[in-house]
């Protein structure tokens, strides 16, 4: 799936691993990015999050996609900062599940993501 996604790749987003329920994906933090306040836009960190979240989901398998997501900022990352979203699944139920993801600089917590999967059929 990630090997197709355009919008991930052109932010220069790499997946660093994707297995059984759980991925980790990084990006750096460049200079368009960044907003009025000299900060990295918080759509940026929940994308980052969100490609997290769809590799750990659709790592299963079957086509795999976002039921519902929300984010927590927790802290401000900026220009150059390289950034590691880790994806970790909680649950899955009959064709849903819930998957938690942590965006960090280094040590640092950056964000709280959790999503909402759902399978979808292939017809």
């Given at each position: 799936?990630?090997?197709?996604?355009?919008?991930?790749?052109?932010?220069?987003i790499?997946?660093?691993?994707?297995?059984?329920?759980?991925?980790?994906?990084?990006?750096?933090?460049?200079?368009?990015?960044?907003?009025?306040?000299?900060?990295?836009?918080?759509?940026?960190?929940?994308?980052?999050?969100?490609?997290?979240?769809?590799?750990?989901?659709?790592?299963?398998?079957?086509?795999?996609?976002?039921?519902?997501?929300?984010?927590?900022?927790?802290?401000?990352?900026?220009?150059?900062?390289e950034?590691?979203?880790?994806?970790?699944?909680?649950?899955r139920?009959?064709?849903?599940?819930?998957?938690?993801?942590?965006?960090?600089?280094?040590?640092?917590?950056?964000?709280?993501?959790?999503?909402?999967?759902?399978?979808?059929?292939?017809?």
């Amino acid at each position: 799936m990630f090997d197709d996604d355009v919008a991930s790749k052109s932010l220069g987003i790499e997946l660093a691993e994707a297995d059984d329920g759980r991925a980790v994906a990084r990006m750096t933090v460049t200079a368009e990015m960044v907003n009025g306040h000299g900060i990295a836009h918080g759509g940026f960190l929940f994308l980052l999050a969100d490609t997290a979240f769809a590799c750990a989901c659709n790592s299963h398998g079957p086509v795999t996609v976002a039921a519902g997501a929300e984010v927590s900022f927790v802290a401000s990352a900026r220009l150059g900062d390289e950034l590691v979203a880790t994806a970790e699944e909680r649950t899955r139920y009959g064709r849903n599940g819930i998957y938690d993801v942590t965006v960090r600089r280094g040590d640092a917590v950056i964000a709280e993501f959790r999503g909402r999967s759902r399978t979808i059929s292939q017809s």
